[in-house]
C-alpha cells in the first residue's frame, strides 16, 4: 500500500474557521496558564482554570470568591509595606471646585470610534463651567508622573493601554483633582457641580458583585487633588509595576482600592459616604441596536446621567425592518 497516496494532501481534513480559532485560543490560554503558575503559582492558576470550565452560576461565584480571596492575599502580604504607610493617614486632599474633566481615546481624537466622538461632544456639551481636558498618547506627560520603568513595559507590550489608563487616571486625579469620565460614558445631561464639591464621587449601586461590589465604578470617578485614594491606589499600581512582568487580574486597580477601603480606615470613609446614583447605568448599553423607544430612554435618563456604553460592539443604525435603533437615536437626535 503506497502510504504517501493515502496521506495525499486531498484526504487530509481541512480546519474549518472555528476549529482555527479555538486552536488559537488553547494556545493563548495555554500561555496564559503557565505565565500564571510562574509568576502567582500553583494554587492561583487552578483556580483561574476552574474559572473556565464550571460555568454553572452556583460554582462560578463560589469560584469568583475563592479568587478574589487569593488575589487580595497575594496583593496584601506583597505591599503590606505600603498599606503601613497609609493606614495612619487622613488626607482628604484638597476640593476642587472648578476641577476639570479628564478623557482619554489613547489613539487621539480623530481615530476614535463613531461612538467615542459622540461620548466625548456629549461630555463636553455637559460639562458646565468646567473644562474638558483630552488626553491622549501625544500629551499625557505634561499632565501627570508616570514612572519611566511603567512607560517602558507599556511600549515593550507588558502592560496593556486599558491597564496603562488605570495608572493614568489614579496619577492625574492625585495631581490634580477633577472627574475622570471613560470616553465610552454617555452624559445625558449636565454634569451636577456637586460632584466637583465632594472629597470623592464615583458610581455607586446596591449590588454586592465583583470586587467592587459597586461601591465604586472607576470609569467615572473624581475628587480632591492628593487625596490619600489617589495617592494609595496610585502607589499600589507603581509598586506593583515595578517588579511584576504579568498582570494578576483585569480589575487590578479595582483590587488596590479594595485593599484600600479594607486596611486604610480614611479610605473606607470616603467611599462609604458617597451616596448610591446612577442606579441605571448599564442599561442603555443593552438596548443600543434595539428599536428605538421614546419611553423606556427616557425611563434609562430620569434618574440616570452617566450610561456605560462599550465601543467594541457591532452596532447597528437601523433595524432589518427598517426601525432606527438606540444607537442611531444616539448618533443622529441627540446634540
Given amino acids: 500500500m503506497n502510504l504517501s497516496k493515502k496521506c ?7 480546519l474549518s474557521v472555528m476549529n482555527k480559532n479555538r486552536i488559537v485560543n ?3 490560554h495555554t500561555i496564559k496558564y503557565l505565565r500564571s503558575l510562574r509568576y502567582f503559582g500553583a494554587h492561583y492558576t487552578c483556580i483561574i482554570i476552574l474559572e473556565k470550565i464550571f460555568t454553572s452560576r452556583k460554582y462560578e461565584i463560589n469560584i469568583i470568591h475563592k479568587k478574589n480571596a487569593l488575589i487580595m492575599n497575594y496583593l496584601l502580604k506583597k505591599y503590606k509595606y505600603v498599606i503601613d504607610e497609609f ?6 486632599g484638597v476640593i476642587q471646585e472648578n ?3 479628564w478623557v482619554c ?3 487621539g481624537e480623530k481615530n476614535a470610534p463613531e461612538i467615542i466622538k459622540k461620548c466625548l461632544a456629549l461630555i463636553r456639551k455637559n460639562a458646565g463651567d468646567h473644562t474638558v481636558v483630552f488626553i491622549d498618547k501625544n500629551n499625557y506627560k505634561e499632565y501627570a508622573y508616570i514612572p519611566s520603568y511603567i512607560i517602558k513595559k507599556f511600549e515593550a507590550g507588558v502592560i496593556t493601554i486599558t491597564h496603562f489608563s488605570d495608572i493614568l487616571r489614579t496619577a492625574l486625579l492625585y495631581e490634580h483633582g477633577g472627574l475622570w469620565i471613560d470616553s465610552t460614558v454617555f452624559v445625558s445631561k449636565q454634569i451636577p457641580n456637586c460632584i466637583f464639591k465632594t472629597h470623592l464621587f464615583s458610581q455607586k449601586e446596591n449590588e454586592k458583585e465583583f470586587i467592587a461590589k459597586r461601591r465604586w465604578a472607576t470609569f467615572i470617578i473624581g475628587g480632591s487633588k492628593g487625596s490619600i485614594i489617589f495617592d494609595f491606589t496610585r502607589k499600589i499600581l507603581f509598586e506593583y509595576w515595578k517588579t511584576e512582568n504579568e498582570l494578576i487580574n483585569y480589575f487590578l486597580i479595582d483590587y488596590c482600592i479594595a485593599i484600600g477601603y479594607d486596611s486604610v480606615p480614611e479610605i473606607k470613609l470616603l467611599v462609604d459616604k458617597i451616596p448610591l446614583n446612577n442606579p441605571q447605568t448599564y ?3 443593552q438596548l443600543l441596536n434595539n428599536p428605538f423607544n421614546q419611553q423606556i430612554f427616557d425611563n434609562l435618563l430620569k434618574d440616570t446621567i452617566f450610561h456605560k456604553l462599550n465601543w467594541k460592539g457591532n452596532f447597528v443604525r437601523y433595524t432589518v425592518d427598517g426601525h432606527k435603533t438606540f444607537y442611531e437615536h444616539m448618533l443622529s437626535d441627540l446634540q
Fill in 8 to 14: 495525499s494532501q486531498k484526504s487530509i481534513p481541512k
Fill in 26 to 28: 488553547f494556545y493563548l
Fill in 87 to 92: 493606614k495612619e493617614k487622613t488626607n482628604k
Fill in 99 to 101: 476641577g476639570n474633566i
Fill in 105 to 107: 481615546w489613547w489613539q
Fill in 283 to 285: 442599561g442603555l448599553h
